[in-house]
């Protein structure tokens, strides 16, 4: 296999691998999770999809502009603005159900709450996809572009799916649900994340000059999830410094990698 197509392995699996990794936790951990660590893993989540946002897609649009001219930084405003409308546009129309909320959002649906849990991290699963997509599509565009970037973005985005895909597959458990059931709930919320990155790859090397575009994008539309989902259920509850200082630590962790592996 050559160096080429082990970032696009890594790209397309290791993001998944680390949801399934997380749901299969449901076999062996017997206690339910504290409030507060789950307040903790939703910051640490933030922590790395903010980074990832910042590093792994918004200085790499900026570079493709540098040299075309300083208007050419609308192309990048415009993406990262887009990504955030179109996710606020899915949060608007697909049923789904935040942890902590006894309301669904989303049109009205008869799905079960369970079903509309796993749809919502369904839902902030696809830009981490796009993310790894767009990034292993910059590196095919740019010579320059280490090819072990894009497996910094898929490590780190693997690394939060662990305790996320731990988190849906226990909820499902505590709502009486069997343990091999809530670990395919755990696992499917997951499989969205593959499919959104080919679909991002082929776009992007189909049209290659919306590379920055689509950088931007990814970027808003995780910004947007941050903000929307993740921000806000780490601080519900009781006043607590663990959830931020997990922000710390996972944005700390996700710029690390890239840095050192970019």
Request: without cysteine; aromatic residues 10%; glycine residues 8%.
């Amino acid at each position: 296999m050559t160096l080429l197509q082990l970032p696009l392995l890594y790209g397309l699996l290791l993001p998944f691998l680390g949801t399934t990794i997380g749901a299969a936790l449901i076999f062996l951990i017997r206690a339910n999770f504290p409030r507060i660590i789950e307040r903790a893993i939703f910051g640490f989540a933030a922590g790395i999809m903010i980074a990832a946002a910042v590093w792994s897609l918004l200085v790499p649009a900026l570079r493709e502009i540098e040299n075309q001219g300083k208007w050419e930084i609308l192309i990048v405003i415009v993406g990262f603005l887009i990504g955030n409308l179109a996710f606020l546009f899915l949060d608007k129309t697909i049923p789904h159900q935040h942890l902590n909320l006894a309301t669904s959002e989303g049109v009205k649906s008869k799905l079960s709450k369970n079903a509309k849990l796993a749809l919502a991290v369904t839902l902030h699963n696809i830009p981490e996809g796009m993310a790894v997509g767009v990034a292993y599509a910059a590196f095919l565009a740019n010579n320059e572009t280490k090819p072990i970037a894009a497996l910094a973005l898929a490590l780190g985005i693997a690394i939060q799916n662990i305790p996320e895909g731990t988190i849906v597959s226990f909820t499902a458990k505590t709502a009486g649900k069997s343990r091999k059931f809530s670990f395919w709930v755990g696992f499917l919320s997951g499989i969205v994340e593959p499919i959104a990155f080919v679909v991002t790859l082929i776009a992007t090397t189909v049209a290659i000059s919306i590379l920055p575009f689509l950088l931007a994008f990814a970027a808003g539309a995780m910004i947007y999830v941050v903000v929307e989902e993740l921000i806000p259920d780490m601080a519900q509850g009781e006043h607590s410094n663990i959830p931020p200082i997990l922000f710390a630590i996972g944005f700390s962790l996700m710029m690390a990698l890239d840095v050192l592996l970019g």
